[in-house]
């Protein structure tokens, strides 16, 4: 609970009253006895150190948020849909056949994804190896991209990107570098 913010650690800080007393004669019973107590008031500081050390200044302060409505209206229609699909067999048989159909048009377009990603890899490597790495040829080039939509995904239809060849340093600046230090 502590690694996951749900308890955190508190450190108690004692209040000063005022000297006139003007708290005390507000927290205090009628009995005679209770009116001889002071009556401490605390302040809590919240400490950013997941680290709880057992002493008497230190309090576990225990976080808790209230989950809200969508939250509770998610889990429902989650239930819902659980004992839906448990009850299938009591299903009429269309609904039993509609559900195959979508099955199978789901699987359908999970291997059209699969196939699509497969020949992307596969002409990525083809071009690749061909060229020597001069040529990066990428069928599809924001389909895996997370940042983009379901149509953004498929545009543009190919990116072919041309590296260049790297010249090599002149050894002349590092001659002047050497006659520089021997200086």
Known sequence: LIDGGYLVGGKKIEMKLDKKGDDDEEDTSTDSK???????????????????KDSSDEIYIWRYEVPQRY??????????????????????DSSKLGMWFLSVIMMILLGILL??????????ALVLTFTSGKVVFWLLPNLDDD??????????????????????????PEKDEKSKKEE
């Open 115 to 124: 196939a699509l990603y497969i020949v992307r890899w596969f002409l990525y």
């Open 34 to 52: 209770d009116s001889k107590k002071k009556v401490r008031r605390f302040r809590i500081e919240w400490l950013p150190v997941k680290d709880i």
């Open 71 to 92: 939250t509770w209206v998610i889990g429902l229609i989650l239930l819902l849909g659980v004992i839906g699909f448990t009850l299938q067999p009591l299903w009429p």
């Open 147 to 172: 940042k983009m939509g379901v149509i953004d995904s498929f545009k543009p239809f190919y990116s072919v990107k041309y590296k260049k060849k790297k010249k090599k340093q002149d050894k002349a």
